[in-house]
């Protein structure tokens, strides 16, 4: 939903803003729909739903690394323990979709490969990345009724012992708490985030962004969920920061400690970088997280 009538300025009004936000969202959630209500490319969804029911399910959107899938299946699998690995693939590169999949069915995971969607620019990564989830709650964990589950990024590694289902125990929601509203609205950030699912089973749980309401990806549940929790229903991880250098600063890149867990952070460095300087700041960051990585996983 867009932002409520109350929010908008006069100037805003003025300048009919309230009605070309929402025309725009209807159009956005128009396309969501439709892509939400496609078969997936590969995989078998009668199987996925059959392995997911009564069990604690961990979702990973994968997209175009399929390193990154390595490394975090092999780390899953060493450091938490009862879970069912589900890969929810939406890269576009054919080949590396392949290597993902290769990955997963040697780890005993679950795969399925989603169809093209239609938001391809790099600026939209976000509403592809929330309508590969809002198709995965749908399609899979809505019918296939696990006990809980949660989505993580691909790019998100435990780095230690660590069961992220634990603060379900005793909260509905649990994750990295974000408010990009001003304090009006807040989210769960999309790249962990975990549900019990008895809680939301009754829900249209609607993973898709609103940026007019201060809400990135997954945001779009404040107004299906997270607005009628009361704050004892929610766990909030937190986030570390930890610079990659002593001589390089947290605003041009980083890594994010997130409870137990280890976050590349993609796009903490700046786009308006020159590419050389960025480059250099990923392969940099890149050869950190193997050693990290590598470490991990232990003998």
Same mark, same amino acid.
């Given at each position: 939903?867009?932002?409520? !009538?109350?929010?908008?300025?006069?100037?805003?009004?003025?300048?009919?803003?309230?009605?070309?936000?929402?025309?725009?969202?209807?159009?956005?959630?128009?396309?969501?729909?439709?892509?939400?209500?496609?078969?997936?490319?590969?995989?078998?969804?009668?199987?996925?739903?059959?392995?997911?029911?009564?069990?604690?399910?961990?979702?990973?959107?994968?997209?175009?690394?399929?390193?990154?899938?390595?490394?975090?299946?092999?780390?899953?699998?060493?450091?938490?323990?009862?879970?069912?690995?589900?890969?929810?693939?939406?890269s576009s590169d054919a080949a590396i979709a392949a290597r993902i999949e290769a990955i997963a069915t040697?780890?005993?995971?679950?795969?399925? %490969?989603?169809?093209?969607?239609? !938001?391809? %620019?790099?600026?939209?990564?976000?509403?592809?990345?929330?309508?590969?989830?809002?198709?995965?709650?749908?399609?899979?964990?809505?019918?296939?009724?696990?006990?809980?589950?949660?989505?993580?990024?691909?790019?998100?590694?435990?780095?230690?012992?660590?069961?992220?289902?634990?603060?379900?125990?005793?909260?509905?929601?649990?994750?990295?708490?974000?408010?990009?509203?001003?304090? %009006?609205? !807040? @989210?769960?950030?999309?790249? @962990?985030?975990? @549900?019990?699912?008895?809680?939301?089973?009754?829900?249209?749980?609607?993973?898709?962004?609103?940026?007019?309401?201060?809400?990135?990806?997954?945001?779009?549940? !404040?107004?299906?969920?997270?607005?009628?929790?009361?704050?004892?229903?929610? @766990?909030?991880?937190? #986030?570390?920061?930890?610079?990659?250098?002593?001589?390089?600063?947290?605003?041009?890149?980083?890594?994010?400690?997130?409870?137990?867990?280890?976050?590349?952070?993609?796009?903490?460095?700046?786009?308006?970088?020159? #590419?050389?300087?960025?480059?250099?700041?990923?392969?940099? %960051?890149?050869?950190?997280?193997?050693?990290?990585?590598?470490?991990?996983?232990?003998?």
């Amino acid at each position: 939903m867009p932002r409520p !009538w109350s929010d908008y300025t006069l100037r805003e009004w003025l300048r009919i803003r309230p009605f070309e936000q929402r025309y725009n969202y209807a159009r956005y959630q128009f396309v969501a729909r439709r892509v939400a209500r496609r078969p997936a490319a590969r995989g078998d969804v009668r199987a996925v739903k059959a392995a997911i029911r009564g069990r604690r399910v961990l979702v990973t959107i994968a997209f175009n690394d399929a390193e990154f899938i390595d490394w975090q299946t092999a780390l899953v699998a060493r450091h938490v323990e009862d879970c069912f690995h589900l890969i929810i693939d939406n890269s576009s590169d054919a080949a590396i979709a392949a290597r993902i999949e290769a990955i997963a069915t040697a780890r005993g995971c679950g795969y399925m %490969k989603l169809a093209p969607n239609p !938001w391809r %620019k790099p600026i939209d990564g976000g509403r592809a990345h929330g309508s590969a989830m809002t198709w995965t709650w749908r399609n899979l964990l809505r019918p296939g009724r696990p006990a809980a589950f949660g989505f993580i990024d691909h790019d998100i590694f435990p780095v230690r012992p660590t069961d992220p289902f634990a603060p379900l125990g005793r909260h509905t929601v649990a994750g990295q708490v974000r408010d990009k509203s001003g304090g %009006k609205r !807040w @989210f769960l950030w999309a790249g @962990f985030c975990f @549900f019990r699912f008895d809680a939301v089973q009754s829900l249209a749980l609607d993973f898709s962004l609103d940026w007019n309401a201060g809400l990135d990806t997954g945001g779009a549940n !404040w107004f299906v969920l997270y607005e009628r929790l009361a704050a004892d229903q929610v @766990f909030d991880v937190g #986030e570390v920061l930890e610079a990659i250098g002593e001589d390089v600063p947290l605003e041009l890149a980083r890594f994010e400690r997130v409870g137990d867990w280890l976050h590349f952070s993609n796009f903490s460095t700046p786009h308006n970088l020159p #590419e050389a300087q960025r480059e250099a700041l990923a392969r940099r %960051k890149r050869a950190i997280l193997e050693t990290r990585i590598e470490a991990a996983l232990g003998p």
